[in-house]
């Protein structure tokens, strides 16, 4: 294969920094996990140079799916400009010499952290989430013994007693983002820490979306064309979240909007969380209502020269 | 002493284990994942007989000293076992019940699928995933698949699957989340049921 012959990732490591039994092991669970779709299956997470919390499930998920002609793009809340992106794709255009992009249509593989991207995936790409806690039930159960026994006999009443009890404290559900799912009609997951905004992003996707979680040691999937549901009851349907604003820079008023503070007056701007879905936008000439504003523009400009020096 | 002339004739493995073994798993997760498509492993194996290509790559892509394995009678009485213990170090093992993975190299010699590990219901991931060799996964009597991975339904018309499969995959599926995975095989091609599939006859 050419890829050997010209060595494009730093020779020190072997392909995609995990040895080859660690990937094998890490590819059965994945089987297993798309499979039997939201159940975690236990892994033997390794040891990551980054520390936990930074995405090492994600990582070694990635490190196991990733081949030579892949393109990676790795989103941190929607950004791929933020440190975790930046440092993760830095780690594998070293340790795989991948070629990585921002453009989500682009991409083979997709890294996420806390967004799904706003931009609809297609066949064959793979959403990789980064995954703090995969246990929904962790909360209401500290007992790993315990809510094994929960997903083993589908008894979720907890989850929906906790969902109720925000609808009795304050009239509506008020999980805004982790808001659980039911997969396949059979087992309740956490989407990761993901805006509640994106659970229907979920249901059907043609994507194939595999989770991570590195310090739980746990690895969990939900294949193409699935059954996703947000839980709910008939009398409080599940809602998304919607702003008055539309994004300042672009003007979009379908993606989800981060709150910006502009001055310490009390100045503020929203701003869409996907930063590749709003500079395209801004490139087909859409403007929000500090798309002229010389201070947004610098703003957006910085961030988009940051992007281009990479 | 016959290990000289065993070692003779033992088929090579992989040439590049890394990037073949990389590909060879996005097709197999290609396949579960999108349930009834007919996936290619495009792999350069010499496989010894009576494995297919495909059959040869997914044991090369995911067996080790972790994952015990069980071969049909034609599989086991070949150059088979030695060739998985060479290039995988995997526990070759007799009862059906334990294996986490087995290759069926002829779907005649199919024990029942409920022979096989269907996993506990806290642990649902600790099944059997089967391999089996067919003639043709195409020109068969024609199902129709549905369930996750599948954008609406699938016609699937798998050849030469012994009689009263359908009926003991109906038996698999009710076990959901419980039951085995299968791997259909042919040459080079690989199409992917996971126990989540039902199938209408």
Known sequence: MSAL????????????????????????ALLKAIAVPGYQVPFGG??????????????????????????????????????????????????????TTEATEEADIIQTR??????????????????????PLRQLEPRETETRKMHGYAEYG????????????????????SYPVMVNGRYLMSPSPIPKFDNPKMQDNPAIQLFGAGREKRIYAIPPYASVKSLDFDDH???????????????????????????????????????????????????????????ALAFARTAEEEGADR | MSTSHDAALLKPGFTDAVFEAQAGFRALLDALAYAGRITTLEVSLDPPAPLDPATAAIALTLFDFDTKVWLDAPAAAGPVPAWIR????????????????????????????????????????????LVIQVPALTGGSATRWTGPGINGSIEVAIAALPEGFWAQWDDNHALYPQGVDVLFV??????GLPRGVKVEV
């Not at chain 1, 040895?19 to 092991?25: A, P, S």
């Not at chain 1, 998920?61 to 790795?74: E, F, N, Y």
């Not at chain 2, 042919?186 to 199409?191: A, L």
């Open chain 1, 237 to 295: 349907p599940f809602e998304v979240q919607t702003w008055d604003e539309a994004c300042a820079l672009c003007g979009a008023q379908n993606s989800y909007l981060d709150e910006v503070v502009l001055d310490d007056r009390g100045g503020k701007m929203f701003v869409c969380s996907d930063t590749h879905f709003c500079a395209d936008r801004r490139a087909e000439g859409h403007r929000g209502e500090l798309g002229g504003d010389p201070a």
């Open chain 1, 46 to 99: 390794r040891e990551m140079p980054l520390a936990y919390g930074w995405g090492t499930g994600g990582i070694q998920v990635t490190a196991s799916v990733i081949g030579p002609d892949d393109t990676l793009k790795v989103i941190d809340q929607g950004a791929d400009d933020t440190t975790n992106a930046v440092s993760i794709r830095r780690f594998f255009s070293r340790v795989a010499g991948v070629d």
């Open chain 1, 114 to 135: 806390h967004r799904i991207p706003e931009a609809p995936l297609r066949e064959g790409q793979v959403l990789v989430y980064q995954v703090p806690q995969p246990e």
């Open chain 1, 158 to 177: 907890l989850m929906h007693v906790r969902l109720y009890e925000d609808i009795a404290r304050y009239g509506h559900i008020a999980t805004t983002y």
């Open chain 2, 86 to 129: 060479f290039h995988c170090g995997s526990p070759i093992v007799s009862e059906t019940h334990d294996a986490q993975f087995a290759l069926v190299a002829d779907a005649r010699h199919l024990p029942g699928l409920g022979d096989f590990d269907i996993g506990e219901d806290r642990h649902p991931d600790r099944s059997s995933t």
């Open chain 2, 186 to 191: 042919c040459g080079r091609q690989v199409i």
């Open chain 1, 5 to 28: 012959e010209e060595v494009r990732w730093d020779a020190a490591y072997n392909f995609a920094y995990l040895d080859e039994q660690t990937k094998r092991m890490i590819r059965r």
